[in-house]
């Protein structure tokens, strides 16, 4: 089975059109299918066309959220609530093309777990095409994962890569880099990106800013989730060395010079840092017994294979 989840925000016109286009390529492959779209706080007539449709095919589910709580509420809501084997993320504006999806299937048939679509040709305004080089830039050069469009919403995943997922914020964009932490293999593939048809983008500078704030949280998540001693440990030692410099140096002036009246500021600076690595090394250690204290993670979660 194939599950759609599809979040959307006041795309009343733009959903219909998704579905059919959805399911001729569904008739195509001639597999099972469901498709799951997740009113985050519309204010158009988006749940009741959502409605007309699970009306005519129920094979398309709705999950109604409250208000707006964002797009990682709403595809965590869609991943919770799906059950198909291949699970493929859309946005509702109609700029990702249904027609790749057999693009999609054929890389993960090739033994890949994650495929992520690239917008080599983009249809969006230029400010929002800088910001999203940007972020995708630094998240190449801070987490290792080479994917040219990590921004886009246009992905195809195996079941597994999903279980367990906690995204909040703006991680939703993440995803391919914690995939990526627990080894599964990931790809991209370029796909073609169509003009809005309707509405507005709701991407701004507001976001991109958020966005590096969050690529922060996932530099650290990526790379010490298991080992946190490690990323304030190396601090904590710099800062200790530091700190044990500047006092042999002032410890050497007060021996061959019989004073430091002139070098308290050196002083006070050898004392901050010594006092700044403890912190970190502590930091470091505490975070190291919360989690050794934690629920161990399940060592099957890291298993591709088993042979009896």
């Not at 009741?48 to 129920?58: F, S």
């Not at 033994?111 to 040709?121: C, N, P, Q």
Request: hydrophobic residues 40%; aromatic residues 12%.
């Amino acid at each position: 089975m194939l599950s759609f989840v599809i979040p959307a925000k006041d795309e009343e016109r733009s959903i219909t059109i998704l579905y059919q286009e959805i399911v001729d390529q569904i008739k195509k492959l001639g597999c099972s299918y469901e498709i799951i779209f997740i009113d985050d706080g519309s204010v158009d007539g988006t749940f009741g066309t959502a409605v007309k449709l699970h009306q005519k095919d129920p094979n398309v589910k709705i999950i109604k959220h409250r208000g707006n709580f964002g797009k990682s509420i709403a595809l965590q809501s869609g991943f919770d609530n799906c059950r198909g084997d291949i699970v493929i993320t859309m946005d509702a504006d109609l700029q990702d093309d249904p027609k790749e999806i057999p693009n999609f299937l054929k890389k993960l048939n090739e033994g890949y777990d994650l495929v992520s679509g690239w917008k080599k040709k983009r249809k969006d305004p230029i400010t929002k095409v800088i910001p999203s080089r940007i972020i995708n830039l630094a998240v190449r050069i801070l987490t290792g994962v080479k994917i040219h469009d990590i921004n886009c919403g246009f992905k195809a995943y195996k079941k597994e890569v999903l279980k367990d997922l906690n995204i909040y914020g703006d991680l939703y964009r993440f995803i391919p880099v914690l995939a990526d932490r627990k080894k599964f293999r990931i790809t991209e593939i370029a796909v073609n990106h169509r003009n809005r048809k309707f509405g507005k983008s709701k991407y701004g500078w507001r976001r991109f800013i958020s966005s590096f704030l969050d690529l922060l949280t996932i530099f650290f998540l990526a790379r010490y989730l298991r080992r946190p001693g490690h990323f304030f440990g190396t601090f904590g030692i710099i800062f200790l060395s530091m700190g044990f410099i500047v006092g042999l140096y002032i410890t050497y002036l007060r021996i061959t010079t019989g004073g430091i009246a002139y070098r308290y500021p050196f002083l006070f600076l050898g004392v901050l840092l010594i006092i700044l690595g403890v912190q970190f090394v502590m930091t470091g250690l505490l975070a190291e017994m919360i989690i050794f204290f934690q629920k161990r993670e399940d060592s099957n979660d890291f298993i591709k294979e088993l042979t009896a």
